[in-house]
């Protein structure tokens, strides 16, 4: 929002040199054609009026015939100072300048500053006065006042530095504005970095810190683990010569249970050896009924194909006596038709 201000501040004080470069630019053909006729008039008089004791001095340098004027060239005097006096010419344009900046520099400080602290644009756009006018001129004598061409030369001047510098100053502003914020962001993100490594810093001596405790920590747990193991050591060494003895004993054991289960696999196998001799005299009489059912379904298979062609046979010779009978009944009726017969009631 302050950066905005500042621009309407340098825009507002561009525009009012430009205006009074526009009303420099009207007044120039006035000021070069009152220039030559002062100048002229003043020359007629000069050669008519002897100079007396009590006569003014002016401090004129007057231009000779054939340096006067005229209204094609008075634009060329206008903008271009004398080049006998060209030197001194430069140093005062260059105090004034200085003088000129730095009177700029601070109006346009002040203004900006009442800009900040009031509210209302319209209101800060109003205050803005830089008073270029006000400020002395090089050109001006100290023992003598400006005349009406003078002060409208000194402000075109003025007006023409004053549009210089402000240029110089809002290309110098904009410059120090970027790098202003270009050594922000770099101090910006040296800034972070900074913190960023100052975190990982105390990040890493609070890991530190967690990791001795916890080896600390469990290094007494593994040497009172350690002490424990022993004792377990101890214990299962004693457990071990117990098992041994057991293991032994059961071995012992294990060996009478073989030679019984030996005896009983010997039973068994005699055993298992008649069931499969009874087993398989059953399945020898299975196969035989088996083999004797297979032989009675086949016989009935053939007596059902039998029996079916012979009824197939016998419906035929159903199905041509109907389609006789059907025959005989309609030849019936059409002689019926042809010749007139009583009435003749339909047997059921």
Avoid: C
């Avoid at 008519?48 to 340098?61: G, M, Q, R």
């Avoid at 900006?112 to 050109?139: C, G, I, M, R």
């Avoid at 009489?285 to 298979?301: A, C, P, T, V």
């Amino acid at each position: 929002m302050a950066k905005k201000k500042k621009d309407i501040l340098v825009d507002d004080l561009v525009d009012e040199l430009s205006n009074s470069h526009n009303k420099e630019s009207k007044n120039k053909n006035d000021f070069a054609e009152a220039y030559t006729g002062s100048i002229a008039n003043f020359s007629d008089y000069s050669k008519s009026a002897a100079p007396s004791d009590d006569a003014i001095d002016l401090d004129i340098d007057l231009p000779e015939e054939d340096d006067r004027p005229n209204k094609n060239n008075a634009t060329e005097i206008y903008e271009a100072p004398k080049i006998e006096d060209e030197v001194p010419e430069e140093q005062l344009v260059k105090n004034y300048e200085e003088t000129l900046a730095t009177e700029l520099v601070h109006s346009t400080e002040s203004q900006y500053n009442n800009a900040n602290e009031n509210s209302d644009l319209q209101d800060h756009t109003e205050k803005v006065d830089l008073d270029l006018f006000n400020v002395s001129s090089p050109f001006q004598s100290p023992t003598r006042p400006f005349s009406p061409t003078e002060s409208r030369l000194a402000e075109s001047e003025n007006l023409n530095i004053a549009k210089r510098k402000i240029k110089e100053l809002e290309k110098e502003n904009e410059r120090l504005s970027i790098e202003n914020e270009e050594l922000a962001a770099a101090a910006d993100t040296f800034r972070n970095k900074v913190d960023h490594l100052e975190g990982r810093v105390h990040n890493y001596e609070m890991k530190y810190k967690d990791l001795n405790e916890n080896v600390e920590g469990e290094k007494e747990i593994l040497l009172n683990s350690i002490a424990e193991k022993d004792k377990e050591i101890q214990l299962a060494r004693q457990k071990s010569s117990e098992l041994e003895n057991r293991l032994q004993i059961g071995l012992r054991k294990i060996k009478v249970r073989e030679r019984e289960l030996e005896n009983r696999l010997e039973l068994v196998k005699l055993e298992s050896k008649a069931l499969i001799k009874s087993k398989d005299e059953m399945i020898l009489n299975l196969k035989r009924q088996l083999d004797k059912i297979n032989h009675e379904i086949e016989s009935l298979r053939n007596r059902i194909q039998e029996s079916n062609k012979y009824l197939g046979q016998k419906q035929e010779v159903l199905r041509k006596t109907v389609k006789t009978l059907r025959l005989a009944l309609s030849l019936l009726e059409t002689e019926d038709f042809s010749t007139p017969v009583s009435p003749v009631k339909k047997v059921d």
